[in-house]
């Protein structure tokens, strides 16, 4: 009775590993804090634990945001330049006498700005049907021209009040304090578990993991395409804001080393770059994973022509990380 | 139970300069099996896709219940009832067999979904075939871990999964073993019954004249006639499909003559699936691989090529060989023709030439003659009677049959000297079937050792005589001469030798 070809039993930890391919980085970014605390020993302090996240949730925003598109088997290049250019909508927008009203159309504003760009990136993906590669990259330059056009120099001022109330940890009790944005990463990531439930989650695996199968089945592909994309604008323009608060102030060119980075940390972060698989937590620790190796670049006081040459090694690295987990996969097999 | 009729009529496909649909035409109603018929590249899977809304056609009309209808994405035709198992199935590799199944149709609670009704659910349909798939096939197993013959049931569960009116099953039963199908038709039979209206496409004629009660012929992308059933014969079908049909004589091979060499013996061969495999093929010798699907008849022939891992002794071409990787194999002239062409065959995107020529580019030289190549190339694809714009089209362009006798014919180039074949005639149309087994007569006459799986036993007993029937990972029984009958097969094959 039985038909016996070739059943596929996978040992436990093949199993986990293929099904978290995430756990991986997350054993990378242990490894990144041992490091990283061997040489600052303050670094899990309340004071620069609170100033690490908080600079590291901008590319936090742009990673989630381009997880997205990258499951749906896109690539979005422009994210950046989103940043950039809301960036400087935020910054000329909220002057330093601005009310808390004035703050909200701002963000309002910037809100509407980066959706825009993102639905310029899906026309051009969906309807006209260009690469995405080609499409993000070619949009990339029209926001980036935006972002000068409206920010011509690094400025303005935001109101203090507004800065330092994201800037400090919010206190709880009198002894006990937690980084906001610790707190930001937290909602995300329940956001994201939330969204796992949802039809949408299923399309977009679908979309990224066979695109026709998905559109013969029902699934209205083009929408989902266009969605990541609206949400990856989305996100880039909420980093823009991590960015601003954090800062105080505007910089036109904010966004233009953070494209490439974005893309890094999904891949370390075990999401698949041709699509179908992947997850939105991974993406935040390949964030802070590319944010320790640098912390300790700087505390190790290496000389200035090893960061580029790490940044290369991490990004062949990330591009290797499915290929060890096929490896763990087929060895436990 | 509403009544249900939909009716196709001139309906013309083109893509680009070739035409796939010339003038289709389907009547279907609540409580018919419709058999769509025709040979590779004749319009039949384009014609199913029309009806599922996945194709829009170029002209054409459609009529639903007397009204007209248009199907202007695959969410139009599901909400008019109509689903579809596709032959090239529909299965997103990467997800679970319950996400497959309802994908865009998940089952909410509260507006989530709710994984353990999807779970249920699937169980349930899962249930319809139980017995007949292996343990690991559970609701939560991803699609890549399973067999084809599980894919494929998947893909027929997902289809039901959508209660529809009309069912299409488009080459369903290509990869499925004779129990599976049984239960198919078994189910078939009850959906008819309760009102479901089915079209079915086959190339198995045997399969139509079980299940259909009537027929509708393709050729070259038009309708050329509707048959009942019951009042047709396979002859008349077969004449309908292909002009000038008739020459499908079979011719059962002499025994090998004992004087010529052995080509490939085997000594206890044992992989994780086969337990000791024992045989020998000569030069000249067409030998059959029967039994059950998945009793290790694939594994036997990945294992000789060297493509899994396995232990025992293997002599070839009268020297002690154990081949670690497939580039070990063809080195030593021997090529393997595989079953699943999706999967291990063809780079979908790049053209017919290519894909025809990649196993054998070392034979053209260096720079390579790419003229002489093409001259090949093209000789295969007429004896192959391959349907196709143009050598330089890619292969996802063809048709599934089409796409086949590319896999066929890329091995056959090389010129092996001992040939392996895993059940390569899946989906293959009766002409093009006719024209593979006298260029594989014409191998053996030349000399090619041959070793041949195929799930036919139609074709085992008009090509092979001699056929070792393997029965959970064994070679239960040798069938030869007098003892090579339909009979001994099926009962060698349930694993009751006689
Ligand atoms: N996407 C496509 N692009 C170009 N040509 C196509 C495409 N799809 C199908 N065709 C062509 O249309 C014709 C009909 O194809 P179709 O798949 O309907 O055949 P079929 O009757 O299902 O054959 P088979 O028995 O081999 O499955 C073939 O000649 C094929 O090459
Ligand atoms: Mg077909």
């Known amino acids: 009775m039985t038909t016996i070809s070739a059943p596929k039993t996978r040992s436990p930890i093949g199993r986990t590993f293929s099904r978290n391919p995430f756990l991986l980085s997350l054993i990378l970014l242990i490894i990144m804090i041992v490091i990283n605390r061997a040489l600052q020993d303050n670094m899990l302090e309340i004071g620069p634990l609170n100033g690490t996240l908080r600079t590291m949730m901008p590319a936090i925003f742009l990673a989630i945001g381009q997880t997205f598109v990258v499951i749906a088997g896109g690539v979005d290049l422009s994210v950046g330049s989103i940043l950039s250019m809301t960036n400087a909508i935020l910054a000329v927008m909220i002057t330093q006498e601005a009310t808390a009203d004035q703050a909200l159309v701002a963000i309002l504003v910037a809100l509407a700005a980066g959706l825009g760009a993102g639905a310029l990136n899906g026309f051009g993906v969906t309807v006209l049907r260009l690469q995405p590669i080609v499409t993000t990259y070619a949009t990339s330059f029209i926001f980036a021209g935006i972002a000068l056009r409206i920010l011509p120099e690094p400025g303005g001022r935001l109101p203090r009040d507004l800065t330092s109330f994201y800037r400090n940890p919010l206190q709880l009790s009198e002894s006990f304090a937690i980084p906001l944005s610790l707190i930001l990463i937290t909602l995300l990531v329940i956001f994201w578990l939330v969204l796992s439930r949802t039809r949408f989650k299923q399309f977009l695996f679908a979309t990224g993991g066979n695109a026709d199968a998905a559109y013969t089945t029902g699934v209205r592909v083009s929408r989902v395409k266009f969605t990541t994309y609206l949400l990856s604008a989305l996100f880039a323009t909420l980093g823009a804001l991590a960015l601003t608060l954090g800062t105080g102030t505007g910089n036109p060119r904010a966004g233009e080393l953070m494209t490439l980075p974005s893309v890094v940390a999904v891949v370390l972060g075990g999401t698949r770059l041709a699509g179908g698989q992947g997850n939105i937590i991974g993406s935040i620790i390949g964030v802070l994973i590319l944010g320790l190796i640098g912390n300790i670049i700087s505390f190790g006081d290496l000389d200035s022509w090893v960061r580029p040459l790490v940044d290369a090694l991490i990004i062949i690295a990330a591009l290797a990380i499915p290929g060890v987990i096929g490896l763990v996969r087929r060895l436990n097999q | ?498």
């Open chain 2, 1 to 498: 139970m509403t009544s249900f009729r939909l009716t196709v009529e001139k309906a013309v496909k083109t893509y680009g300069g070739v035409t796939a649909l010339a003038d289709g035409n389907l009547d279907v109603q609540a409580g018919t099996v419709t058999a769509l018929l025709g040979a590779n590249g004749s319009g039949k899977s384009t014609l199913s896709k029309i009806l599922t809304g996945v194709v829009s056609p170029n002209s054409g009309s459609i009529t639903l219940n007397g009204a007209p209808m248009r199907f202007a994405s695959p969410q139009a035709a599901r909400q008019a009832g109509i689903s579809a198992v596709y032959q090239e199935l529909s299965l997103i590799p990467d997800l679970t067999v319950a996400e497959n199944i309802w994908l865009a149709h998940e089952p909410l609670k509260n507006g989530f979904v709710s994984r353990t009704l999807m779970r249920q659910r699937t169980q349930s349909l899962l249930d319809l075939f139980a017995g007949l798939y292996n343990r690991h096939l559970t609701p939560d197993a991803l699609i890549t871990d399973l067999t084809p013959d599980e894919r494929q049931l998947v893909e027929i569960l997902k289809a039901l999964s959508f209660d529809p009116r009309l069912i299409i099953l488009d080459e369903a039963t290509a990869s499925l073993d004779g129990q599976q199908v049984n239960r198919l038709f078994e189910l078939v039979t009850q959906w008819k019954a309760n009102g479901m209206a089915i079209v079915m496409v086959s190339h198995r004629m045997e399969e139509i004249f079980r299940i259909a009660d009537k027929a509708s012929v393709l050729r070259n992308g038009r309708t050329v006639g509707e048959r009942v059933i019951a009042e047709t014969s396979e002859r008349e079908l077969v004449e309908l499909m292909i002009e000038g049909a008739g020459a499908l004589h079979r011719e059962r091979a002499p025994l090998v003559d004992p004087a010529n060499p052995v080509r490939l013996e085997v000594r206890g061969l044992k992989t994780s699936v086969l337990h000791g495999v024992d045989l020998t093929v000569r030069d000249g010798e067409l030998l059959g691989l029967g039994g059950l699907q998945g009793q290790g008849q694939s594994d036997l022939l990945m294992a000789l090529f060297g493509a899994i891992r396995s232990t025992g002794q293997m002599i070839v071409s009268g020297e002690a060989r154990h081949f670690r990787h497939p580039r070990q194999a063809m080195a030593a002239d021997v090529a393997l023709v595989p079953g699943d062409r999706g999967s291990e065959g063809l780079l979908l995107i790049r053209s017919i030439f290519e894909n025809l020529i990649l196993p054998s580019w070392g034979s053209y030289g260096t720079p390579i003659r790419v003229a002489r190549a093409r001259e090949k190339g093209a000789v295969i694809a007429e004896e192959l009677k391959m349907v196709m714009s143009s050598l330089d089209a890619p292969v996802n362009s063809l048709s599934g049959g089409n796409a086949q006798k590319v896999v066929i014919g890329k091995w056959l180039l090389r010129a092996p000297k001992l040939l392996l074949l895993n059940d390569p005639t899946k989906g293959i149309d009766v002409g093009a079937k006719a024209e593979f087994y006298s260029l594989l007569r014409q191998l053996r006459d030349r000399g090619t050792a041959i070793l041949f799986y195929s799930s036919d036993d139609d074709e085992l007993l008009g090509l092979c005589n001699r056929v070792l029937v393997m029965h959970d990972g064994r070679v239960s029984t040798e069938l030869f001469g007098d003892r090579l009958t339909h009979e001994q097969l099926v009962s060698a094959s349930m694993g009751t030798p006689s």
